[in-house]
């Protein structure tokens, strides 16, 4: 099965920019917390914030949030200019706007991943 370009560059970025850095797995390794005086419920304890809410959530898990809601972003964004584009323009002839709504989407979908991830890499 052949991917289209766009795909293999998604996927080229996603494989170089979730893979760690040499050396930060082994400093990343502790031992669990067991102390008594933790919270009983997840949803007791502060909220984190800043640097420290960044460093307790793992580097691929942000960049594949990052990732999927700037998919959702672009594909929102792909309807929506298809939608602005269909009202806007004087054409009588509708046969092939579900194609073009599929190719806006698709193509918002891939350009939003893509800048999230970026995002969530950095």
């Not at 004087?90 to 579900?98: A, I, L, Q, V």
């Not at 194609?99 to 991830?117: H, I, N, R």
């Amino acid at each position: 099965m052949t991917h289209p370009p766009v795909v293999r560059v998604l996927l080229a970025l996603a494989v170089l920019l979730a893979a760690p850095a040499a050396g930060t797995a082994q400093a990343r390794v502790q031992a669990p917390d067991l102390r008594a005086h933790r919270a009983p419920f997840p949803s007791l304890a502060p909220p984190a914030a800043g640097a420290e809410a960044k460093a307790r959530v793992g580097r691929a898990a942000r960049i594949g949030r990052y990732t999927l809601v700037g998919a959702a972003i672009g594909a929102a964004v792909g309807v929506v200019t298809f939608t602005v584009m269909e009202r806007t323009t004087e054409h009588r002839d509708h046969s092939e706007d579900g194609l073009v709504l599929a190719v806006f989407t698709v193509y918002g979908t891939a350009a939003g991943a893509l800048l999230g991830l970026i995002a969530g890499a950095v």
